[in-house]
T-cell receptor
Framework: GAVVSQHPSWVICKSGTSVKIECRSL??????MFWYRQFPKQSLMLMAT?????????EQGVEKDKFLINHASLTLSTLTVTSAHPEDSSFYIC??????????FGPGTRLTVT | GENVEQHPSTLSVQEGDSAVIKCTYS??????FPWYKQELGKRPQLIID?????GEKKDQRIAVTLNKTAKHFSLHITETQPEDSAVYFC????????????FGQGTRLTINP
């Protein structure tokens, strides 16, 4: 099946710093990638949808200037959490979709902001 | 927009018994309904999905049923095993290209030996 990787798997940063998370599709070309946030014992909340070469579409309530998304190639999308604060601590998961409609998830990145 | 409701939030069954999780959706335009299994701290894994032109789909011990008129779909797990213990999420979306999925709240399934 399709393989999606994410890096790093976990990161601890200080309040006010920025963190970049990478999402890669390893064996297929991802025309669309999705970024989710998942708080403990909660569901996956879609943050944004990104298509290769175009600007990301953010869900209502998600600050696009705080969560910068770049989808520069068909195999790589990045999420940068700028000026991170403790309330941004969460599990961030990406998913990738090719020509079909199935979404394949990355392993997630656990962000802790101190 | 789409809204997906999932019940129950927790489910405990004896090993070997069946488990059923139900979801309802609001947008009649949704035509793709996947189910994901997520173990603690890991990625959601697609276990089965169904498209709106099909009423039922089965894969070994797992089956999904869809009632488009009533806008609800269900996951059925038979002969449950301890390794089935996890959180299960339903979702609804479209099949025209890569469309976003709206997830249910999740069901924590515990299989008691």
């Amino acid at each position: 099946g399709a393989v999606v990787s994410q890096h790093p798997s976990w990161v601890i940063c200080k309040s006010g710093t920025s963190v970049k998370i990478e999402c890669r599709s390893l064996d297929f070309q991802a025309t669309t990638m999705f970024w989710y946030r998942q708080f403990p014992k909660q569901s996956l909340m879609l943050m944004a949808t990104s298509n290769e070469g175009s600007k990301a579409t953010y869900e209502q309530g998600v600050e696009k200037d705080k969560f910068l998304i770049n989808h520069a190639s068909l195999t790589l999308s990045t999420l940068t959490v700028t000026s991170a604060h403790p309330e941004d601590s969460s599990f961030y998961i990406c998913s990738a979709s090719g020509l079909a409609y199935e979404q394949y998830f990355g392993p997630g990145t656990r962000l802790t902001v101190t | 927009g789409e809204n997906v409701e999932q019940h129950p939030s927790t489910l405990s069954v004896q090993e070997g018994d069946s488990a059923v999780i139900k979801c309802t959706y609001s947008d009649s335009a949704s035509n793709y309904f996947p189910w994901y299994k997520q173990e603690l701290g890991k990625r959601p894994q697609l276990i089965i999905d169904i498209r709106s032109n099909v009423g039922e789909k089965k894969d070994q011990r797992i089956a999904v049923t869809l009632n488009k008129t009533a806008k609800h779909f269900s996951l059925h797990i038979t002969e449950t095993q301890p390794e089935d213990s996890a959180v299960y999420f339903c979702a609804a979306g479209g099949i025209q290209g890569a469309q976003k999925l709206v997830f249910g709240q999740g069901t924590r399934l515990t299989i008691n030996p």
